[in-house]
């Protein structure tokens, strides 16, 4: 193949499932129109849930002016990787270890958790169809606009006062769990932690004609003020969940995982078996290379209860401890850097004429404007940037951000070794 520069422009692809935020209210619209997607036309009928930037076998990106997607271009020339990185992670056929999206959400994702790398190869074997690789999928969300999201479980204390006092709720949930429950306080917290078990798992097995009754009673009293002060915080989601899936389980979650509202900046992280639902907003979501989803709620599409009852940590703690704290490395540049290797995102924010220095870093990455106008330029060349044009950057190449008339945002998302 002809000689490719270091850095290059890439195509990302569209997602438009029914949750996504629809026409011009999207962010994956918006960026969408101006990444050169070949035949985008935005349809202000059409949901635009997600911008997917990577490699998955599902919708890899494109290359401008080139016939070859962005996995065969890396596996035609590995050094854009880069050795190190292809050491350390599996880069078979130009897999880079991460993917980038941007998420546009105007209705609830599913009640879901994600499988660890074991889980995942033994899902991907037995249902390949359903579980589509065998990777695990860490995530980090980092909100764009005001985000809500469902969070890991509450404190056992928090969730035993919903129990007590949410009759509707108890009603779901076999007495003699519900004793056991409630009198768990003083376990430890393994002996803890089979208790939630038990009690998330009778409320996601109950009866689906009890689920029915209970949560017309429960929006019924909702919507003539009748909630407890404890409810005062969940009301409006539960009504909202249940507007947006009538009648299903997923909503009394409400209950037992963490509701969180975050503003522009914030991010949270998700490791494997933590149970999470993303509410409203647009978000910057980076991943590892997977798209391995198990879902037990808030969906028409296939649950799989038993194995996501299965797989989680029941971990219970407030939602602050899926937090990442973005460290800034610069006076332009923000770091955010979850626990786990198979990826980091750089949040790059230059005033109008400003330049911002990356020196190389060692592995690839992929990078997205999202706001204004400016350039990115190296040794050999550049490029004009604007609100939706996303780049790959290869391993070892220094780069410069320049913003023009205007102030430029850039995410960028990168391994290394």
Same mark, same amino acid.
């Given at each position: 193949?002809?000689?490719?520069?270091?850095?290059?422009?890439?195509?990302?692809?569209?997602?438009?499932?029914?949750?996504?935020?629809?026409?011009?209210?999207?962010?994956? &619209?918006?960026?969408?129109?101006?990444?050169?997607?070949?035949?985008?036309?935005? #349809?202000?009928? =059409?949901?635009?849930?997600?911008?997917?930037?990577?490699?998955?076998?599902?919708?890899?990106?494109?290359?401008?002016?080139?016939?070859?997607?962005?996995?065969?271009?890396?596996?035609?020339?590995?050094? +854009?990787?880069?050795?190190?990185?292809?050491?350390?992670?599996?880069?078979?056929?130009?897999?880079?270890?991460?993917?980038?999206?941007?998420?546009?959400?105007?209705?609830?994702?599913?009640?879901?958790?994600?499988?660890?790398?074991?889980?995942?190869?033994?899902?991907?074997?037995?249902?390949? @169809?359903?579980?589509?690789?065998?990777?695990?999928?860490?995530?980090?969300?980092?909100?764009?606009?005001?985000?809500?999201?469902?969070?890991?479980?509450?404190?056992?204390?928090?969730?035993?006062?919903?129990?007590?006092?949410?009759?509707?709720?108890?009603?779901?949930?076999?007495?003699?769990?519900?004793?056991?429950?409630? #009198?768990?306080?003083?376990?430890?917290?393994?002996?803890?932690? &089979?208790? +939630?078990?038990?009690?998330?798992?009778?409320?996601?097995?109950?009866?689906?004609?009890?689920?029915?009754?209970?949560?017309?009673?429960?929006?019924?009293?909702?919507?003539?003020?009748?909630?407890?002060?404890?409810?005062?915080?969940?009301?409006?989601?539960?009504?909202?969940?249940?507007?947006?899936?009538?009648? !299903?389980?997923?909503?009394?979650? &409400?209950?037992?995982?963490?509701?969180?509202?975050?503003?522009?900046?914030? &991010?949270?992280?998700?490791?494997?078996?933590?149970?999470?639902?993303?509410?409203?907003?647009?978000?910057?979501?980076?991943?590892?290379?997977?798209?391995?989803?198990?879902?037990?709620?808030?969906?028409?599409?296939?649950?799989?209860?038993?194995?996501?009852?299965?797989?989680? @940590?029941?971990?219970?703690?407030?939602?602050?401890?899926?937090?990442?704290?973005?460290? !800034?490395?610069?006076?332009?540049?923000?770091?955010?850097?979850?626990?786990?290797?198979?990826?980091? =995102?750089?949040?790059?924010?230059?005033?109008?004429?400003?330049?911002?220095?990356?020196? *190389?870093?060692?592995?690839?990455?992929?990078?997205?404007?999202?706001?204004?106008?400016?350039?990115?330029?190296?040794?050999?060349?550049?490029?004009? +940037?604007?609100?939706?044009?996303?780049?790959?950057?290869?391993?070892?190449?220094?780069?410069?951000?320049?913003?023009?008339?205007?102030? +430029?945002?850039?995410?960028?998302?990168?391994?290394? *070794?």
């Amino acid at each position: 193949m002809s000689t490719i520069e270091p850095v290059f422009r890439i195509i990302p692809t569209v997602q438009n499932y029914d949750w996504g935020k629809k026409g011009k209210d999207s962010k994956v &619209a918006e960026f969408a129109s101006g990444a050169g997607i070949l035949g985008f036309t935005l #349809n202000q009928s =059409v949901p635009y849930a997600e911008l997917w930037m990577g490699t998955h076998v599902k919708s890899p990106s494109g290359v401008v002016d080139r016939k070859q997607n962005l996995a065969q271009i890396l596996t035609e020339i590995p050094g +854009l990787i880069g050795d190190q990185v292809s050491r350390r992670f599996d880069t078979t056929n130009g897999n880079l270890p991460f993917l980038f999206k941007v998420l546009a959400i105007g209705k609830a994702l599913s009640i879901q958790t994600h499988p660890d790398k074991k889980t995942a190869e033994k899902l991907h074997a037995e249902q390949p @169809t359903v579980y589509t690789d065998p990777n695990h999928k860490p995530e980090m969300a980092l909100a764009l606009t005001d985000f809500k999201a469902l969070c890991g479980f509450m404190p056992i204390a928090r969730v035993a006062e919903y129990v007590r006092t949410v009759p509707e709720f108890n009603a779901l949930i076999d007495p003699s769990i519900a004793t056991e429950f409630l #009198n768990c306080t003083n376990l430890s917290e393994p002996e803890q932690k &089979a208790v +939630l078990k038990k009690l998330f798992a009778a409320l996601m097995t109950a009866d689906i004609t009890n689920i029915a009754i209970q949560l017309r009673t429960l929006v019924a009293r909702y919507q003539q003020g009748g909630q407890k002060p404890l409810e005062e915080d969940v009301k409006d989601l539960v009504l909202i969940l249940n507007e947006q899936y009538p009648g !299903d389980v997923g909503v009394f979650c &409400a209950f037992m995982l963490n509701y969180v509202q975050m503003t522009p900046g914030q &991010a949270i992280f998700l490791g494997a078996g933590e149970p999470h639902a993303y509410v409203q907003g647009d978000i910057m979501e980076c991943m590892a290379n997977s798209d391995n989803v198990i879902r037990a709620g808030l969906t028409p599409k296939a649950k799989d209860i038993p194995n996501l009852v299965s797989v989680l @940590t029941y971990t219970a703690s407030d939602w602050q401890k899926h937090m990442v704290n973005p460290i !800034d490395i610069t006076l332009r540049t923000r770091k955010y850097d979850p626990p786990i290797p198979d990826f980091t =995102v750089l949040q790059v924010n230059t005033q109008k004429g400003e330049t911002e220095t990356h020196e *190389a870093i060692s592995g690839p990455s992929i990078a997205i404007a999202t706001e204004g106008f400016g350039q990115v330029s190296w040794s050999g060349g550049k490029l004009d +940037l604007q609100a939706g044009s996303v780049i790959f950057v290869g391993a070892d190449t220094k780069i410069d951000i320049t913003a023009g008339n205007s102030n +430029l945002v850039v995410f960028r998302a990168y391994v290394t *070794a």
